[in-house]
């Protein structure tokens, strides 16, 4: 009799484990499927925020590129200026 309580009480502390075990363990599967999920969500914010830069980064692109062109025509104009006025200059002479 003492042989059989020992065993249930051995069986009974076994299937205890066991299911503390499950218990824990599903626990610990939530608690990454969660953190899984704020990461995805995070990475999506960055990916958003990268994509936005690069927007940006064209435009800026465009707008220097429209810039550079300006530029020239000015030296461009500026060259053909100085030349007029020399030319000014020496029919003054």
């Known amino acids: 009799m ?4 020992g065993t249930l009480i051995a ?6 484990s066991f299911l503390a075990y499950q218990f824990n363990r599903q626990k610990e599967l939530k608690s990454d499927t969660r953190e899984d999920g704020e ?4 990475l999506g914010y960055i990916s958003k925020g990268v994509d936005d830069i690069r927007i ?3 435009a800026s692109e465009k707008q220097i590129g429209a810039l550079g062109e300006r530029v020239t025509r000015v030296e461009e ?3 053909q200026a ?3 006025i020399d030319n000014l200059e020496k029919e003054g002479n």
């Open 2 to 5: 003492t042989i059989e309580i």
């Open 11 to 16: 069986v009974s502390g076994l299937i205890i």
């Open 39 to 42: 990461i995805k969500a995070q």
């Open 77 to 79: 104009s500026a060259k």
């Open 82 to 84: 100085h030349k007029r």
């Open 56 to 58: 940006e980064l064209r």
